[in-house]
């Protein structure tokens, strides 16, 4: 039907290169359904070729049962990981042209951050996730260019929970590790991962309730001129954006939320602000935002993946979510409106 007709357009659209404007973008990306969720509904009417995307809400009628959002780039459910990282590439590859780029996966638990950040447990190559792709890319580019340019490439990973800052490399005081492979990163992001799991009671809720902060530093040196280039990537998965029933939230669940929320409230603020050139940028009201003050903002780059169940039980979260994209994006609520 048209649904399908709209896929087949998106996926065209993937393949063509795209033209990058601004330094905010926003990309939306849709999970499929899982297999045995049992009885599939999604609250994703429409896709369009250039970031166009329509919800509705099941159990309204009229006029008020169908949303419209617009956004860089919309990514239905049937988008593959190469797809995805085909418009993220020309980011990273700014990285080792002394660019600043932050790219970050928002979203409810569940709705697919760690998937597009870096792929599924145990991924094949195919199923690599942004993370693995944009550092292959660095470590190939960079060697492609060491006849007029040498690279210095360093990694650094730290989590955020409840406003508190943790380097999960377990550095004393330097948190840099200099890095010249793709596996010698993967090997650092192994060490990461276990460490954070150290202490934490259920590893995967912990994770859900933390921003995990990857960050790649790159020093270039160029042989002939003498003159040195810095470009950082930072690759974040933020902490589950959805709600908590403040019912039923209490002690330790009730204050991760509350860090959670304010947390990722000031990223909006932040990214709002820049996308309005607004000449008060308000970093300071969170760790994450103060840890990435000298990368947000200026000549940098920021990309948001604005991720989304499609299961309508999952309505209300996708519809706060959506407004949180909308409002990051710079667009004015009303305009952002599709036409349609
Ligand atoms: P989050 O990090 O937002 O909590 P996950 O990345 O863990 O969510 O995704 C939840 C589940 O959905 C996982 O089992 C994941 O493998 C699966 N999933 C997410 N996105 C996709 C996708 N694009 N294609 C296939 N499976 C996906």
Not at 47 to 67: C, F
Request: charged letters at 25%; proline letters at 3%.
């Amino acid at each position: 039907g048209d649904y399908h007709t709209v896929l087949a357009e998106n996926r065209r659209m993937f393949n063509e290169l795209q033209e990058l404007k601004g330094n905010i973008r926003v990309y939306c990306r849709i999970r499929p359904f899982l297999p045995g969720q049992g009885e599939k509904h999604t609250t994703v009417e429409y896709i369009g070729e250039h970031g166009e995307l329509a919800v509705v809400n099941p159990s309204k009628q009229g006029k008020d049962r169908r949303r419209n959002f617009k956004f860089n780039k919309v990514f239905g459910p049937d988008s593959t990981q190469a797809e995805v990282y085909s418009d993220t590439q020309p980011l990273i590859r700014s990285v080792l042209d002394g660019y600043s780029v932050c790219i970050f996966a928002y979203g409810q638990t569940g709705s697919g951050k760690t998937y597009t950040m870096t792929g599924p447990n145990g991924a094949s190559e195919e199923d690599w996730g942004v993370n693995y792709r944009a550092l292959n890319d660095l470590f190939s580019i960079s060697q492609n260019r060491r006849d007029s340019l040498i690279y210095e490439i360093q990694v650094q990973m730290v989590e955020i929970y409840n406003e508190q800052v943790r380097d999960l490399l377990l550095s004393d005081d330097a948190s840099m590790h200099p890095v010249t492979s793709t596996s010698d990163v993967l090997e650092l992001i192994d060490v990461g991962l276990k460490n954070r799991a150290v202490g934490a009671t259920a590893m995967n809720e912990r994770s859900s309730r933390s921003h995990s902060v990857v960050s790649i530093h790159v020093r270039g040196k160029d042989l002939h001129s003498g003159a040195a280039l810095h470009g950082n990537l930072h690759l974040v998965d933020l902490a589950g954006s959805e709600r908590v029933d403040r019912s039923e939230a209490t002690g330790d669940r009730l204050r991760e939320a509350q860090h959670i929320n304010k947390s990722l409230s000031a990223l909006g603020d932040v990214i709002f602000a820049l996308a309005q050139k607004n000449s008060h940028v308000p970093y300071r009201n969170s760790k994450l935002t103060q840890l990435l003050q000298s990368s947000l903002g200026g000549q940098a780059k920021t990309l948001m993946f604005v991720q989304l169940n499609p299961d309508v039980s999952s309505y209300s979260e996708t519809i706060s979510t959506l407004k949180f994209a909308e409002r990051v994006s710079g667009v004015e609520l009303g305009a952002a409106r599709s036409s349609k």
